[in-house]
């Protein structure tokens, strides 16, 4: 599993921590949405594919060990917290 961290592309604040694998990092990059591995639910899904709280990459970054990713992104709905908040880190 790889760790992607979620940054809003106009105010710079981190959404939100999700995690991924090469897969959900190819299908990202092909259909320009984030994409993520749902542990609980063992299973690829895009956000927002239930919610509607789309996240549209403008932006994919690595670290310098190429093991954490930053996905850049413009948030539809301006909620990105599954508990119906702007962000998963209470700001």
Known sequence: MIPII????????????????????KIS?????????SRNRKKVWIKGE???NFQII???LTDCDKDCYLFIV????????HKYKYNCFND
């Open 6 to 25: 979620i940054q809003e592309l106009k105010t710079k604040k981190i959404l939100m921590l999700g995690w991924g694998n090469k897969n959900t990092i």
């Open 29 to 37: 990059k092909k259909i320009g949405y984030t994409t993520l591995f």
């Open 50 to 52: 239930e919610s509607t």
């Open 58 to 60: 403008k932006k994919i």
């Open 74 to 81: 413009l948030q539809i709905n301006n909620r990105s917290c």
